[in-house]
């Protein structure tokens, strides 16, 4: 048996902000390191390429984590899930505070990379869970949106603390800053909840329902997690971004680019769910890769061509968190959607991993990114086509099963 039990809007507003503080806290990892590159490199005496293993070994370990919340998070349940990531991240900043070498390098890493798959990875399906199709999108684009605002933060105090303290009091400051918004979001959102439609809640006893293989090992699934990886394999050049300002730009025009960088970046992730529904998928992968072409602006040496320059590459960016579960739920559903983004999450990662060593590699190459971002569009299109693949191959197969489950 089941029964219907309300939920007020003051609940469901309360759930909504401990999503998006989740994503907040995870920009606190996504962004900081970036501003400390160049003062890590100089201070310790190592390569770009041999820091960015860094980025390489947090990504493969947040793939890896990701993968596992699915098993590990029922098991735990939200709240000591989160416990785990907010003191294994913590932990992980504190151990960045003290580097000395370039294995507590790749250690910080590994603790930050794995310990955030539990703070990342369940947003998307606290959204799934308590917001109906009809308000998904607007939600997971507020929720998504989190990144860029945390991004924001960041951009207006991490170049001034490392710049006139030292980046080892920036790792510190990080490690505080996640500390708190991971709790107060576990305080929000990290109990157990039904499933929802709307604001009426139906609760009832049943197991737990297992991940669908079929559509795991569907030709149209794999596409959708290469569609992932090549997209991030792209799209982690955003974590050498500062050091790229720094290239031609004074510390208070990085401050503002990073600013407005994160800023549209919110404005975008918001707007994502209501440019979905008005372009559809098809319509939304052609916009994904004509923005893409927002990079050749990055190259420029006028500060004003890359401000402008922002606004397209913002789009693009915007479909790694926002785009990509919404064409997953599209593809598959909203109940395999919630369950196996772990796995295009972990993909996502896989392509950080990968592009983190492409980045650094070019960087000590040519002594500029400039090359690589010649190559964007090129990646951005690849994404493009494996996720059109992926999508209109998966509602031509699963469209009946999809409308039978979720009627």
Same mark, same amino acid.
């Given at each position: 048996?089941?029964?219907?039990?309300?939920?007020?809007?003051?609940?469901?507003?309360?759930?909504?902000?401990?999503?998006?503080?989740?994503?907040?806290?995870?920009?606190?990892?996504? *962004?900081?390191?970036?501003?400390?590159?160049?003062?890590?490199?100089?201070?310790?005496?190592? #390569?770009?390429?041999?820091?960015?293993?860094?980025?390489?070994?947090?990504?493969?370990?947040?793939?890896?984590?990701?993968?596992?919340?699915?098993?590990?998070?029922?098991?735990?349940?939200?709240?000591?899930?989160?416990?785990?990531?907010?003191?294994?991240?913590?932990?992980?900043?504190?151990?960045?505070?003290?580097?000395?070498?370039?294995?507590?390098?790749?250690?910080?890493?590994?603790?930050?990379?794995?310990?955030?798959?539990?703070?990342?990875?369940?947003?998307?399906?606290?959204? *799934?869970?308590?917001?109906?199709?009809?308000?998904?999108?607007?939600?997971?684009?507020?929720?998504?949106?989190?990144?860029?605002?945390?991004?924001?933060?960041?951009?207006?105090?991490?170049?001034?603390?490392?710049?006139?303290?030292?980046?080892?009091?920036?790792?510190?400051?990080?490690?505080?800053?996640?500390?708190?918004?991971?709790?107060?979001?576990?305080?929000?959102?990290?109990?157990?909840?039904?499933?929802?439609?709307?604001?009426?809640?139906?609760?009832?006893?049943?197991?737990?329902?297992?991940?669908?293989?079929?559509?795991?090992?569907?030709?149209?699934?794999?596409?959708?997690?290469?569609?992932?990886?090549?997209?991030?394999?792209?799209?982690?050049? *955003?974590?050498?971004?500062?050091?790229?300002?720094?290239?031609?730009?004074?510390?208070?025009?990085?401050?503002?680019?990073?600013?407005?960088?994160?800023?549209?970046?919110?404005?975008?992730?918001? #707007?994502?769910?209501?440019?979905?529904?008005?372009?559809?998928?098809?319509?939304?992968?052609?916009?994904?890769?004509?923005?893409?072409?927002?990079?050749?602006?990055?190259?420029?040496?006028?500060?004003?061509?890359?401000?402008?320059?922002?606004?397209?590459?913002?789009?693009?960016?915007?479909?790694?968190?926002? #785009?990509?579960?919404?064409?997953?739920?599209?593809?598959?559903?909203?109940?395999?959607?919630?369950?196996?983004?772990?796995?295009?999450?972990?993909?996502?990662?896989?392509?950080?991993?990968?592009?983190?060593?492409?980045?650094?590699?070019?960087?000590?190459?040519?002594? #500029?990114? *400039?090359?690589?971002?010649?190559?964007?569009?090129?990646?951005?299109?690849?994404?493009?086509?494996?996720?059109?693949?992926?999508?209109?191959?998966?509602?031509?197969?699963?469209?009946?099963?999809?409308?039978?489950?979720?009627?």
């Amino acid at each position: 048996m089941s029964e219907k039990r309300q939920v007020s809007n003051t609940k469901l507003v309360l759930v909504a902000m401990g999503a998006v503080m989740l994503m907040i806290s995870s920009a606190v990892v996504s *962004n900081s390191t970036s501003y400390f590159i160049t003062s890590v490199t100089e201070e310790l005496n190592i #390569s770009r390429a041999a820091f960015s293993v860094y980025y390489t070994i947090i990504s493969i370990t947040t793939a890896i984590g990701s993968v596992l919340c699915g098993t590990l998070i029922p098991k735990l349940g939200n709240r000591k899930a989160f416990l785990v990531g907010t003191v294994g991240v913590t932990i992980g900043f504190l151990i960045m505070s003290r580097l000395t070498s370039l294995t507590m390098v790749y250690a910080g890493a590994a603790f930050i990379g794995f310990c955030q798959a539990f703070i990342v990875v369940p947003p998307v399906s606290v959204v *799934n869970t308590w917001f109906p199709k009809e308000h998904n999108g607007l939600v997971m684009g507020l929720t998504m949106a989190g990144t860029g605002m945390g991004g924001v933060v960041m951009a207006q105090v991490m170049p001034r603390v490392v710049a006139n303290v030292s980046w080892r009091t920036g790792y510190l400051v990080s490690a505080v800053m996640f500390c708190v918004l991971t709790l107060v979001a576990n305080a929000l959102c990290g109990s157990a909840v039904p499933e929802a439609e709307g604001a009426a809640v139906k609760t009832e006893k049943k197991k737990k329902e297992k991940l669908d293989m079929s559509k795991v090992l569907s030709v149209a699934f794999i596409f959708m997690v290469l569609g992932c990886m090549s997209k991030c394999f792209s799209a982690v050049f *955003n974590q050498h971004y500062s050091a790229h300002l720094q290239e031609s730009f004074s510390t208070d025009q990085i401050a503002l680019a990073m600013t407005v960088f994160n800023i549209v970046l919110i404005i975008m992730k918001i #707007s994502m769910g209501a440019i979905y529904e008005k372009l559809k998928y098809k319509g939304m992968l052609i916009a994904i890769f004509v923005s893409s072409f927002g990079y050749y602006g990055w190259m420029s040496k006028n500060f004003n061509i890359v401000l402008v320059a922002t606004v397209l590459v913002m789009f693009c960016c915007s479909a790694d968190t926002v #785009s990509a579960p919404l064409l997953l739920s599209e593809a598959f559903g909203k109940k395999f959607a919630s369950a196996a983004w772990g796995i295009c999450w972990g993909a996502l990662y896989a392509g950080n991993a990968m592009g983190s060593i492409m980045w650094g590699a070019i960087y000590d190459k040519f002594g #500029s990114y *400039n090359p690589g971002l010649r190559l964007q569009p090129a990646m951005v299109a690849l994404t493009c086509v494996l996720w059109f693949v992926a999508v209109t191959y998966g509602k031509k197969k699963f469209g009946k099963q999809i409308e039978a489950e979720e009627n």
